[in-house]
């Protein structure tokens, strides 16, 4: 070797590879999930999205926090949408039976009004 080889090895160094940290490929839908936790018809989709990223980001080996948050708001907005079906499924099955029993059209029954119709029921309470 020469000496002006010697130096250029010297004076140059090899160029190095970079290691970029490793990104999470799953993290967008972890994300998409999330926003969908918070609209209140879209809970259920919201929850499946949440659920994909997060066991996906599990396998790829990350921790996906917006996957694991979307995962829990679905789920409590799931629960409470099944708890307000629960509770306001009588007072619109006592409706629709009370207008069957009363027939189509305007019926005063003690302090209520019920407007039934075919296709609808109305009830109102008088003062």
């Given at each position: 070797?020469?000496n002006?080889?010697?130096?250029?090895?010297?004076?140059?160094?090899?160029?190095?590879?970079?290691?970029?940290?490793?990104?999470?490929?799953?993290?967008?839908?972890?994300?998409?999930?999330?926003?969908?936790?918070?609209?209140?018809?879209?809970?259920?989709?919201?929850?499946?999205?949440?659920?994909i990223?997060?066991?996906?980001?599990?396998?790829?080996?990350?921790?996906?926090?917006?996957?694991?948050?979307?995962?829990?708001?679905?789920g409590?907005?799931?629960?409470?949408?099944?708890?307000?079906?629960?509770?306001?499924?009588?007072?619109?099955?006592?409706?629709?039976?009370?207008?069957?029993?009363?027939?189509?059209?305007?019926?005063?029954?003690?302090?209520?009004?019920?407007?039934?119709?075919?296709t609808?029921?109305?009830?109102?309470?008088?003062?």
């Amino acid at each position: 070797m020469s000496n002006e080889q010697v130096e250029a090895a010297i004076v140059t160094p090899e160029p190095r590879a970079t290691e970029t940290p490793a990104k999470d490929p799953f993290q967008v839908l972890g994300v998409v999930g999330f926003i969908l936790s918070f609209v209140a018809f879209l809970n259920i989709p919201g929850l499946v999205v949440s659920i994909i990223a997060l066991v996906r980001s599990k396998r790829a080996g990350f921790r996906n926090g917006f996957a694991i948050a979307g995962t829990v708001i679905a789920g409590l907005g799931v629960l409470a949408t099944i708890g307000v079906v629960i509770a306001v499924s009588p007072i619109f099955i006592d409706l629709f039976r009370t207008c069957a029993e009363l027939g189509t059209g305007v019926h005063e029954v003690g302090s209520r009004t019920y407007e039934c119709t075919p296709t609808s029921a109305n009830v109102y309470w008088n003062r």
